[in-house]
Structure formats: C-alpha cells, structure tokens
Nanobody, 120 residues
Framework: QVQLVESGGGLVQPGGSLRLSCAASGGTISSYAMCWFRQAPGKGREFVAGISWGGGDIYYRDSVEGRFTISRDNAKNTVYLQMNSLKLEDTAVYYC?????????????WGQGTLVTVSS
C-alpha cells in the first residue's frame, strides 16, 4: 500500500500563499488518482481538489476554485496544492488521498495531514 506524507503547512496571514506537498512511498503515484481533503476545527473532512492519473482532469470545490491549484509531478512521486489568496476559513488540517488505482478501484490511502492556519 502506498504511504503518503504531507508537508508545507504553517501559519500564514490572510491573502498569503502556501504550497503543500504530498510525497508518496511504497508505490508509484502515477498509479493513483489523487485528491486533497481538509478538515476544519469541529467540522467533517471535505473535498478540496482532485487530479486524474495523468493530470488531464482536475476538480475543485467551488470555494477554492481560482485560488488553489492542484498539480502532480509523477517523476518526483509528488502531488502539490498551491494555495493563494488564503482566507480565514481555509484554516484546516489538509490531507492527501490516493483515491483510485489504475483499474478504478477505491484505494482510500491517507496521509497524516498538515496544518494550515490562516490568521492575522
């Protein structure tokens, strides 16, 4: 099973930017459709962005579209989430998720998360 490790979180002011990284081991990231989820304090985990195996299909939740960009570098075995124009409501633990394998089967592998705190 692929293991995922998120990094890049931290404290940022409103309007600032962060880039999150999701590094994979124990598997080739090109074998998986990948997603970012987040969980704000006291709330459930919600979908943020997703990217298909080759990067040709990308999906965002409405509240982040135009501000966040998901990308993948299969050669580096890494998925990224570039977050710009951050808002207070973006504060959450962000999780990387390997959602589907090449056969379309659910994988549902999760990293441990990285905390993003947007505060003035």
């Amino acid at each position: 099973q692929v293991q995922l490790v998120e990094s890049g979180g931290g404290l940022v002011q409103p309007g600032g930017s962060l880039r999150l990284s999701c590094a994979a081991s124990g598997g080739t990231i090109s074998s998986y459709a990948m997603c970012w989820f987040r969980q704000a304090p006291g709330k459930g985990r919600e979908f943020v962005a997703g990217i298909s195996w080759g990067g040709g299909d990308i999906y965002y939740r409405d509240s982040v579209e135009g501000r966040f960009t998901i990308s993948r570098d299969n050669a580096k075995n890494t998925v990224y989430l570039q977050m710009n124009s951050l808002k207070l409501e973006d504060t959450a633990v962000y999780y990387c998720n390997a959602l589907l394998d090449l056969q379309g089967n659910a994988v549902d592998a999760w990293g441990q998360g990285t905390l993003v705190t947007v505060s003035s």
